[in-house]
């Protein structure tokens, strides 16, 4: 198959990985892949163009890609119109048989050129929202007039596409994020970030990865923290990643529950991340990100760490409640009981993360994951020859 996947962003951040590594694992599989991607501007640190080097897949940024701003602020018509042209002209050039979108403006662009296409490529619109795409009349649109199909991540996300966007179960694909998992080796060779963050050696830490923004409940936890710290005053919070909010959902409620010197602020973790996961006894993740993979969840889980996760969203979908972790609603009682569970059973933690790690091994796979989106990819083409 020759693919074209098409994103209009610049950023190492949310989507942009899965999508890269997919593109890398479909390659692999003997596919012609070309990703195009916004080109980043001057100066910017981590972007698509220096990540995907070196990764034996197609890359370009031909295309100016940027989303529609406000009128009258950068509104950006012209380049909407000069990418479809381009567009149409590279699809016929290149006679790609699929394109894979993965924001509401490449699918505008992607659909738009497709219909002016010889081609006539099958489009795909990946949905990495954590709720599923929104039922707007503008996603409907796009979805009842330029796609031929839509690939999901979670059951949740499968079912809710059905039930609102005009498209035939057929046409809805449900595929899992998969990771790199020779990254996450629990025995690897970590740095001690336990000494590096002043951790003692009987503290028991509960970490969390996350943007810290309001949405994630972030004081939730926190005030189940503080409950906890009153039986168990050796444990420390780890907390990894920052946000324009961290004052309002992170120091002040620490400020206000007095738990200050059993928070660790880890801040924006790079060249030490797998150390900083390495460094925690127990995982708590309370609700995905905007883009709705949970990768940090399935990240500690391929780590070997015992999860603690909200009834919320695709969470129960990845953690087996009493096997690789614990599923609770998320009130803070019901988190402090969670807790202290984990924290006074050791053995029940190994056997948690034991047992996570096994189902990241099972099912977090990159050639599983290819495997199922070419599957998938291929079953759309074959609909689409028999309509010709």
């Known amino acids: 198959m020759k693919i074209l996947h098409l994103f209009s962003d610049w950023k190492w951040t949310g989507p942009a990985e899965p999508t890269v590594i997919l593109c890398e694992a479909l390659q692999k599989r003997g596919n012609q892949v070309t990703m195009a991607y916004r080109r980043a501007p001057g100066g910017a640190g981590d972007c698509i163009a220096r990540r995907i080097s070196g990764r034996g897949i197609r890359g370009t940024d031909q295309f100016r890609l940027k989303p529609l701003g406000k009128k009258g602020k950068d509104f950006g018509v012209v380049d909407l119109f000069r990418d479809i042209a381009a567009l149409r002209r590279f699809i016929d050039r290149e006679k790609f048989d699929l394109i894979n979108v993965h924001h509401s403006h ?216 009493g096997i690789t972790g614990l599923v609770v609603d998320d009130t803070p009682e019901n988190l402090f009981l969670a807790l202290r569970s984990l924290i006074q059973d050791k053995e029940l933690r190994e056997k948690m993360g034991k047992a996570g790690r096994e189902k990241a091994l099972k099912e977090f796979r990159l050639d599983k994951q290819a495997e199922e989106v070419e599957i998938y990819y291929q079953k759309i083409l074959d609909m689409r020859r028999k309509k010709e």
């Open 106 to 321: 490449d699918h505008i662009v992607a659909g738009l050129a497709k219909r002016l296409s010889q081609k006539k490529p099958v489009l795909i619109r990946t949905d990495h929202r954590r709720d599923a795409l929104e039922t707007s009349w503008g996603n409907r649109l796009l979805v009842s007039e330029f796609t031929d199909g839509i690939l999901t991540f979670s059951e949740m996300a499968y079912q809710r596409d059905l039930r609102d966007l005009p498209i035939s179960v057929e046409r809805v694909g449900q595929v899992g994020v998969a990771l790199p998992l020779e990254r996450y080796d629990p025995e690897g060779p970590f740095r001690n970030m336990r000494s590096g963050f002043n951790i003692r050696g009987d503290d028991v830490v509960v970490g969390m990865v996350a943007r810290f923004q309001r949405y994630r409940r972030t004081d939730v936890f926190l005030t189940s923290l503080a409950n906890l710290v009153r039986d168990f005053p050796h444990v420390k919070a780890l907390l990894v990643g920052r946000s324009s909010q961290m004052q309002q959902s992170v120091m002040d409620p620490i400020e206000r529950l007095g738990i200050v010197a059993n928070v660790i602020l880890a801040g924006y973790q790079t060249e030490n991340y797998f150390d900083t996961i390495a460094a925690m006894d127990i995982f708590v993740f309370l609700v995905a990100g905007s883009d709705g993979t949970a990768r940090a969840l399935r990240e500690a889980m391929a780590m070997g760490k015992p999860t603690v996760v909200a009834r919320r969203g695709m969470l129960p979908e990845l953690v087996e409640d």
